[in-house]
């Protein structure tokens, strides 16, 4: 699919929206109260990715892992020590998606010849599930958000991993006391994001153009610090660490390919059709027009991989 428009129209048509108030926080985001509804808690934002067809253009033009940097996350979390039972080692995924980064689960456990373990998946949008049942078959899945994990009993996680997920539910209170309800005593919690290296002209500047669209449904952008603040403030959680210089990622894709990517991209895919319409536009011009990208067939789409760790008190 081409698209034609010029940036200058785009920008002028005023893409950013900055309808945020004046009870913002330094991080540029309002930090509120959760108290809604099992579906409700999910923004709506994310259900852009229930659209039809959105899970397999997810599938096809989001990254995969790379399996070092889920090598690091599991040993940080202790998931790749023998687990000598008698239960098995139970892993509790969040916003578990089509199932990239449990499909790099299994490829590190397989490395490892790691037994005993047990891995339940989670995701709140249907679609997604359906997906993930398709191209993960051996692997669990519940329907559920982070805020409502009523199907898993209390205790029952010696880890959770969220990737590519935890700016979803972070600053949800109810989501940070479901995870801590789930997680055995000093079990761990892991988080992953491949994010866009902004270093990249082309991608810094699309990025900058989701940027309010991400703020104007109130979702922190991954490299947002503020995701953090209501999980470094609860009294269960203890021991942060982090990596988020040493892993990269890159993928490689055609025209179609980016534009593909960006329309499984959450705030594009929810976006009413003539903003949709805009943005993909603005981004095919941007690809003509850079001299990085101008006269290429194939770009490379270059990730930073930024973890944190932390640990139930
Ligand atoms: C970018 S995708 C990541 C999917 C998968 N983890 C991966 O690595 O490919 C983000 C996922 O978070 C899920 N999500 C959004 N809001 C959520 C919430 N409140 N609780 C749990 N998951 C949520 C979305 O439905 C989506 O599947």
Known sequence: ???????????KSKLSTPILTSNLNQFGLKLRNFHLSKMESVSEAARGWSNPGVS?????????????????????????KPHLGPEPFTIVELGAGTGKFTRAVLKVFEKHAVKNFKIIATEPLREMCEKFKEMVPNVEILQCPASDLEGLPSNCADTILAAQCFHW??????ALDEIHRILKPKGTLGIIWNLPDRS???????????????????????????????????????????DETTYKYNMELDFDGIIQRYEGNSVVSAAPDKEKERLLLAIEEEMKTN???????IYTYEFVIKMHWFQKI
């Open 1 to 11: 699919m081409i698209y034609r428009l010029s940036k200058l129209s785009i920008l």
């Open 200 to 242: 990249v002209s082309w991608i810094k500047t699309i990025e900058e153009w989701l940027d309010p669209k991400f703020e104007d449904i109130n979702i922190p952008r991954p490299d947002n610090q503020i995701m953090f603040v209501r999980l470094r403030n609860h009294d269960g959680f203890a021991n942060e660490a982090m």
């Open 291 to 297: 001299s990085d990208t101008k006269d290429k067939q």
């Open 56 to 80: 397999n253009i997810y599938e096809k033009t989001r990254p995969d892992y790379n399996l070092d940097s889920v090598e690091f996350l599991l040993e940080k979390v202790g998931a790749l």
């Open 169 to 174: 539910f972070g600053m949800d209170p109810k």
